[in-house]
């Protein structure tokens, strides 16, 4: 993608986000998109194949990186990536929607200083619900993939050796994973980057709804 058509895209957000909206974004297009296609994914793409057991009985090696290894983190991630950056597109919509509303109202002559909107260039109205449940859409969904993690993968670390022994093995056999240490810091980085993002998502909506209590309360 041209990354003026991306700054574009990002401008509507950046327009009314606040300053922890604005290092949420740096976070996840920096440190975590950014990391993830240069780094990890190159990092996951031996995973399988050398993925090694002590036995030669065909189908235990396929069967036993299936049970320690049910979703890839790859996978995992990019489907992550993808839901938590939804939300932003449907406030880049809403603020699109916005502008195109005020540019029919100056085109048909109705401007008349006045706007569609009573605070125009501010976070009101059906705009600010948008932005405000985008945000407890974003901690949610990190903190539904940090419990799958969680789940899948104990700790979030891999162990350099997994015993197995499911058919159609023979015995207990070792299986060893490959560069298990490299992925424990991928997935540690990870991890601590998604947990920031949720603290920023909740500190921006706890400043939004207090912000706006005061305001009431005026």
């Not at 597109?89 to 008349?112: F, P």
């Not at 706007?115 to 407890?136: F, I």
């Amino acid at each position: 993608m041209n990354w003026s058509v991306f700054e574009g895209l990002l401008s509507g957000v950046n327009k009314y986000s606040t300053a922890f909206g604005r290092i949420w974004l740096s976070l996840v297009f920096i440190f975590r998109l950014l990391v993830y296609v240069v780094a990890a994914e190159r990092v996951w793409s031996d995973d399988h194949k050398d993925f090694d057991c002590n036995t030669r009985q065909p189908g235990c090696t396929n069967v036993c990186f299936d049970h320690f290894f049910p979703v890839s983190h790859i996978r995992l991630w990019a489907l992550q990536l993808i839901l938590v950056t939804c939300p932003s597109l449907l406030v880049i919509m809403h603020v699109a929607y916005r502008e195109a509303k005020e540019q029919r109202r100056r085109e048909a002559g109705r401007d008349s200083g006045r706007h569609a909107y009573a605070y125009p260039g501010k976070k009101r109205g059906g705009l600010w619900w948008t932005y405000l449940l985008s945000l407890v859409f974003k901690a949610g969904v990190d903190i539904v993939f940090l419990y799958i993690f969680y789940r899948f993968y104990r700790n979030y670390t891999l162990p350099r050796v997994v015993k197995c022994e499911l058919r159609p093995c023979p015995n207990v056999v070792d299986c060893f994973i490959s560069r298990p240490t490299e992925k424990t810091i991928f997935t540690l980085f990870m991890v601590a980057t998604t947990s920031v993002c949720i603290v920023l998502s909740l500190v921006e909506a706890a400043y939004l709804v207090g912000k706006r209590c005061c305001e009431c309360l005026r």
